[in-house]
């Protein structure tokens, strides 16, 4: 979604372990690919109403989120009639969000806002906030998580909750799944696998059926270390869910979602 086509990680790809590194990672190839590739109406069957319930059944009405994308998570809750504001720290996604939301019939409230000052922009206060699809694991840096979350707190009711998912990073770590282990996104369309981990950095290889491939380094969050932040920074309540569903793999999940209670 950035002007350029290619992603450029330079000479080291292993030593690019920067929370700014998220702006030049969406290049628009990759984002545009994403989006034609992965069709929407599979991913909601795979996710199922785990995250509309979740807010019902905690009476959440208007939704901050955080991490919009091109905007599936935040069109999703609009269609199930909950108020949605769409914030992210690229322009680019927020613009190509709005256009799949129009193209959906709704019209997308958007903030641009970076989540370490994303108070400086959002001047509400929600009943939930979100920040969904593996994103938080863009921050590479442990002041900038603490930050972040700080301000995910900051901007919710007394009363509001926070959803947060991430990848099983724990099953990578400790080798509980293949390197070459092939995560699907809705079919068949887009694999992705962890091609290199250590403690600090997990670069993940994406290839599409035209054989184009991108990359994404992230921090490898482990699952009580997110959880123990989440309660550092005031969270009174963590509730960890494996896969909203079933899923063909029966031992290990491949995503934890975090749900974070501040009353
Ligand atoms: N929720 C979307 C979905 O599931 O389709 C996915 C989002 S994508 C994996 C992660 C998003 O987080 C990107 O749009 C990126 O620009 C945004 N992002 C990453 N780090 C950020 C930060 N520090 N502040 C604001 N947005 C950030």
Excluded at 72 to 81: I, T
């Amino acid at each position: 979604m950035q002007k350029t086509a290619q992603q450029n990680y330079g000479d080291d790809p292993l030593k690019v372990r920067d929370t700014d590194q998220y702006k030049d990672e969406y290049v628009h190839g990759f984002v545009d690919k994403w989006d034609e590739l992965i069709d929407w109406d599979g991913r909601a069957n795979s996710e199922g109403d785990f995250f509309i319930q979740a807010l019902k059944e905690r009476g959440a009405k208007k939704i901050l989120d955080v991490a919009s994308g091109t905007g599936f998570h935040s069109v999703q809750l609009m269609k199930a009639g909950f108020e949605v504001t769409s914030a992210d720290g690229s322009p680019e996604m927020l613009a190509k969000a709005f256009e799949n939301a129009r193209k959906r019939g709704h019209i997308l409230r958007t903030v641009h806002a970076d989540w370490r000052w994303l108070n400086r922009d959002v001047h509400d206060l929600y009943d939930a906030v979100i920040c969904l699809g593996n994103s938080f694991t863009h921050l590479h840096d442990e002041n900038d998580r603490r930050k972040a979350l700080a301000e995910f707190y900051a901007t919710l009711r007394h009363d509001g909750i926070l959803i947060l998912d991430q990848r099983n990073y724990d099953a990578i770590l400790d080798h509980k799944v293949q390197p070459t282990h092939n995560y699907y996104y809705c079919g068949d369309n887009v694999s992705a696998s962890p091609e290199y981990v250590d403690d600090s950095l997990a670069r993940f290889r994406y290839e599409f059926p035209d054989k184009s491939v991108y990359h994404l380094n992230m921090f490898p969050l482990r699952k009580d270390y997110t959880r123990r932040l989440m309660k550092e920074v005031g969270f009174q309540k963590v509730t960890t869910y494996g896969d909203f569903q079933e899923t063909y793999r029966e031992e290990e999940p491949d995503f934890y979602i975090h749900i974070a209670e501040k009353k």
